[in-house]
């Protein structure tokens, strides 16, 4: 078994895909919150 050495994977696109991962949480709250927003003023 190979020696692991710290900070030696290259980890781009693992950190590309956390980013669009929390991007698309992020506008899933918002765009859910403005639903929630909308229904709630016309039902009254």
């Known amino acids: 078994m190979a020696d692991?050495?710290?900070g030696?994977?290259?980890i781009t696109v693992?950190?590309?895909t956390?980013?669009?991962f929390v991007k698309t949480?992020?506008?899933s709250i918002v765009?859910?919150?403005v639903?929630?927003?909308l229904l709630?003023?016309?039902n009254g």
């Open 25 to 27: 949480v992020s506008y």
């Open 40 to 42: 709630a003023l016309i």
């Open 35 to 37: 639903a929630l927003i």
């Open 14 to 16: 693992q950190e590309k």
């Open 31 to 33: 765009i859910i919150t």
């Open 4 to 6: 692991h050495k710290h």
């Open 8 to 10: 030696e994977m290259d």
């Open 18 to 20: 956390f980013d669009g």
